[in-house]
């Protein structure tokens, strides 16, 4: 399902700034804040941005980048309090009069300047077993995955997700929570949890059903409201809370039906 709000797109419409216009950017860094200014260009992108500064002005400026295209996600970080993709963010279309404020994404630990250690995030998606388990003993032969089935279309959107971290440096829970798995790793769970390959559910379904799973989600929807894909992780979230349930039942439904000493009655 994709996400009911339009993410920030490039080619949103943007006027330019004057020839000769220049831009004031304010980096955190080091507990502060430090000034650039750089020039206003035709289509220039926030990452345009933080490359010229660290190319012309300051060379020991940190931050992370890779492809410059929208696809690894890397350059992500924090633009006027939002977190973006900065290869895909005109200054144009999120420049406060004459100004930009870039800091590094929220809820992870900063390395230097603008680059965040991904390792809690990465950690969470491990400990959501976002791994695929193929069982103590695998098919013989490759399952038949049909595109038009139920499960395979409930996660059409989000087996797209590059693992940017946007979202989870939306995600509020995450700031009040340290401990809750993150968006990004729930919606991993969700997908492997309608793989039909996958034999590793009921040790995923109930490692998102505890304090920091699924159902710690108070469904803000910030995560699908910023995810640069237009994904929807909320609606993830809520599939594993739906599946974390009847999950429950089944336990509890068989628990009833042996009895106390454990055996069905006879």
Known sequence: MNAPFPAPSPTESTVDAAPGAMLTVRIRRDGGFQAFTVARRPAQTVLDVVTEIQREQDPTLAYRFACRVGMCGSCAMMVNGRPRWTCRTRVAAVAEGDGLTLEPLRNL????DLAVDMEPFFAKWTAAHGAFEPGAVPADDFAVVAPESPERRAVDAGIECINCGVCYAACDVVAWNPDYLGPAALNRAWTLVNDVRDRGQDARLAAVSGDAGCQSCHT?????????????????????????????????????FRGPSGRRPS
Not at 109 to 112: F, G, I, M, Q, Y
Request: positive net charge; proline residues 7%; charged residues 20%.
């Open 109 to 112: 630990p900063v390395v230097k």
């Open 220 to 256: 803000h929807m910030s995560c699908t409201e910023h995810c640069p894909k237009a994904l929807a992780p909320t609606f993830a979230i809520a599939g594993l809370k739906r599946a974390t349930a009847r999950a429950a039942l089944k336990r509890f439904g068989a628990q009833a």
